[in-house]
């Protein structure tokens, strides 16, 4: 256990930095603890922000997580860290002040991925998700009643803000390079699955287009011009472009980071340009990478509500003296709220070789899909599915054989495997 | 449903709920608890709301205590430490 006198540092006010700085007093660390937030508001959850804020049901202040912190936290929010010292043990923050660590969490997660062209990007009517005020902004815009969403992007975000899109009835269109909507991370035949059922519940699907530019009136969008030369009249775009790794701020540092995240070993400490942990810092989160034990130490980030949870607790007490038995492993999970359509996974579907539908029926908009590599079980996705889930996640963690035998109790023999269809 | 706007209007701070929806298998004990708060949507989108007012804290600890998979997860910042 690390001495009360010791200072513990938690950068990043989100979920896995307050997972983290609980978990590290949970494990009875009782000395300085500071948790620095770029943002002025205490940490919240995000998921909602895309489904139930857009919706209007929530408002966005409304999503502030539950704490189990006491009052013997300090709290700096609204300056970001712009540098870290560790030689002297010192952070940074953009307001010039020095806060010294001998603990410390970096939890940065990340930003949206903005539009290219950044003249378009700030067009009144464009929106980027990823914060409360983004949420609250791009909810106001649809309250508006505009003419016509487009959605640059077809990745789970952009898949959750057009189907709730139609659930208010408004038109939308998802532009999407790839051949169906999250082809990168299900592929394309899972894909198409999903994407078929969004287009019918009227969201108008645009796989294989691009967007070149976005068209203003007087500084406001009305709108997008294809790569193939068609044009679509909308009013709000919404770039789900994916995210960006908040590291900037740890260049000069010495550590081994760049916008893909920030590198950790197997215990969790950070790495440093010569792949040397730094048994002072750890990271969690959106924003850490890191070998995953399940996947032959593969280095991964996970952009997943679990992860920052599991990984965010592992840190904290890891920083504070608790020694992990066996190298941070959890199976990634994942859940994603479309509409009323619910798609949940277990695993990782990289490397993917071929899929098997286990359960249900893709036409009829439930079921769920096996991912198999070199005959192991890597992954399962399962759509309005979910109960079925526990036990595909079971095969995946113990590296089962694929194709599974016995796992589909509602067809008698055997199960379809297809072409995953990743690219 | 009531919204979390209720949150601001009592004289008590209001509750703080997320739910692990990963842990979720949307069998709705929760929404027997407290149907008010929570609710599935389509086969298994459960809908709750992350801001209750303070008065509808028993409700929400029904609903806690009854969800067979402990998702659910409140902060009451109203309580005295
Ligand atoms: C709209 C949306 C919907 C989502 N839906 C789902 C979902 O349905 N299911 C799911 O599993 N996951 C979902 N996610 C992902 C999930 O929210 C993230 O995995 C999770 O928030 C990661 O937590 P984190 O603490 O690592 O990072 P973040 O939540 O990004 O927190 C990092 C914090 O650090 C702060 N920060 C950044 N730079 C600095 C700095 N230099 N100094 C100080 N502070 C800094 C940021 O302001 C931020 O508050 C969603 C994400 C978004 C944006
Ligand atoms: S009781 Fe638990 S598992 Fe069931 S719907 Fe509610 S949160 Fe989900």
Redesign the pocket.
Known sequence: MAPVFERAVV????????RGAEAMREAGFAGPLTI????PCR?????????HVLAGTVPAEATTLPSALGPDVDWRLG????SLDRVGRTVR?ADGRTLPYDRLLI??????RPWPNPHEGRLAGVFT???RD??AALRRALAARPKRVLVIGGG??GC?VASLCRQLGLPVTLVEPGPTPLARVLGRTVGAFIGAIHAGHGVEMRCGAEVEWLEDADGRLVRAHLVDGTRIDADVAVVALG?VR?T??LDGSGLSSDPGGIDCDGAGYVLDADGRPDRHIAA?????RFPHPLYDDRRVV???????VAQ?IHAGRLLVGATPERPYGELP?????QGKLVVKSAGLTEGADAVAITQGDPAAGRFVALYGREGRCIAAVAVDSARWLPAHADLVAARAPFPPGGTATDRPKGVAVFEPGFA | MSTPADASSGSRPGLRVSVD??LCQAYAQCCYAAPRHFRIEGHEALFYDPAPAAEHRADIERARVACPVQAIRVEDPGQDA
């Open positions: 950068v990043g006010a989100g979920l896995a930095a307050l620095v937030g770029a943002e940490p919240y959850d995000r998921p909602p922000l895309s489904k300056s970001p860290a712009v923050l939890a940065t997660g990340t930003r949206a998700l990823r914060g983004d949420a789970f975000i959750e995210a908040n900037e701020w969690a989160g959106d924003v850490a996970l952009e997943h509500w679990s992860q920052a965010g999970t994942f859940w994603s709220t | 929806l990963n």
